[in-house]
Nanobody, 122 residues
């Protein structure tokens, strides 16, 4: 069983930055893909970014490319989402997710965290 705990959310002004963290349990963290998703009020959950296991390939939603960076520290079993140049439309609950395989995916995740709120004021 994998447990995921997000942290780092909060309130920030437009143009500001936040770094989200997701601490994962489990001994095989380095070999599985991890992702970040978000859900704004009244909207469906959407893919934000992902990082593969083993080779650390990355993928991003078009809406965050060039502004967000996903990374991982396997020694700490933690994945990060660095968010720069934040916009009001980035306001959402952000969720960390884990797969059971190394390959990237924008939708097929088996484990989810509880979410952390990010609010960007204009």
């Amino acid at each position: 069983q994998v447990q995921l705990v997000e942290s780092g959310g909060g309130l920030v002004q437009a143009g500001g930055s936040l770094r989200l963290s997701c601490a994962a349990s489990g001994r095989i963290f380095s070999s599985v893909a991890m992702g970040w998703f978000r859900q704004a009020p009244g909207k469906e959950r959407e893919f934000v970014a992902a990082i593969s296991g083993i080779v650390d390939s990355t993928d991003y939603a078009d809406s965050v490319k060039g502004r967000f960076t996903i990374s991982r520290d396997n020694a700490k079993n933690t994945v990060y989402l660095q968010m720069n140049s934040l916009k009001p439309e980035d306001t959402a609950v952000y969720y960390c997710a884990a797969r059971t395989v190394a390959s990237l995916s924008t939708y097929d995740y088996q484990y989810w965290g509880q979410g952390t709120q990010v609010t960007v004021s204009s």
